[in-house]
């Protein structure tokens, strides 16, 4: 059996990659799952099988009134909001198809959209300002010049926290034709989602990040009005096993395979506990990123990335210095004061080309749930240290 990890961490600042700790709540869910819930949900009619397809079902249904979705069953569960992104992509666009993308993407949109390019789809990359902003007068513009299929955007951005327009967006694109998908990794948790009105076709997002739930886990909105193509095929909890046809109900026609019970009880109860304490998380976050950003602004030779202090941003922020590599100064934060960063590009370089720090990356601190003023203060005066 493995040892527990000999880490020194002791001050964790990089939420905007997984959350930790979790919520007692979520783990305690978790617990349940592996040690009561046994049978497979949807796969048979005996007490256990019946009692995870349940839990299953509560699960998606508080996931649904946490994004204020009316129809749960358009609320997919998928591994990660990687495979939901690659989803909607995949399964909604091909040769032919023209799409308007902003430039702050992460990797999970440009990859696949790399491969649709060379299948035949054309791709046209929407420059944002230097603080990560798409404008949407800017989408409409590119989105006029030919017929678009569909506008493909984040929600929030993982380097800078810069939060995009995306009602402005859904309107522009459903007013010329177009659907609009969004990344939304960095958005669910951190911000208050009515997805009924926000007006996006397709919304992905990772369970682990702001949602506080556990890895493994994401969702994938999809409107009544798209039909993507399934990625995968195969077992599905309803539906006539003789058909050769994945079945046309959802969620089931995107849920093929055993489902990851536990994680999916995990996110639900996630999504309960959000339901409860979101509004004072939110303020929380809100307070420390602002502590964060002022105090590093303040220091010599620091340039913090994204919006100015009074912009509203998820909790996230990067940040380069004139002297020392973001590297070694995110390995000297940890080294010397167990205060966990991430450095480097953050799986986004196009992100990191618009706002000029493609060739050497920045340190990237994240806030969330555990985080106190102190750990805030601290951090600051660390990096104040190493680069002094």
Known sequence: MNSAPQTTTRIYLDHAASSWPKPPEVVEAMHFAMTTLGGNPGRGVYDLAMHSARAVFDARNDCARLLGMGASENLIFVPSCTFGCNLMLLGLLGPGDRVVVGSMEHNAIARPLNALAESGVEVVVVPADDTGFVDPDDVEAA????????????????????????????DIAHENGARLLVDGAQGAGHLRLDLGMLGADAYATSGHKGLLGPQGIGLLYLSPEIDPRPLIEGGSGSGDSQSARMP???????????????????????????????????????????????????LDGIMVLGPPAQVERVPVLAFSHDRVDADVLSFELDRRFGIATRAGLHCSPWSHETVGTLQHGAVRMGVGFGNTDAQIIEAVEAVASITA
Do not use: F
């Open 143 to 170: 989105i006029r010049v030919a017929p678009t299929r569909a506008v493909i955007c984040q929600h929030a951005n993982n380097i800078t926290g810069t939060i995009q327009a995306i009602a402005d967006l859904a």
């Open 248 to 298: 046309l109900d959802r969620p089931d026609r995107y849920e093929a395979g055993t489902i990851n019970t536990p994680g999916i009880v995990g996110l639900g109860a996630a999504a309960r506990w959000h339901l409860e304490y979101g509004a004072t998380q939110h303020a929380r976050e809100s307070r420390l990123i602002r502590m964060l950003h002022d105090g590093l602004a303040e």
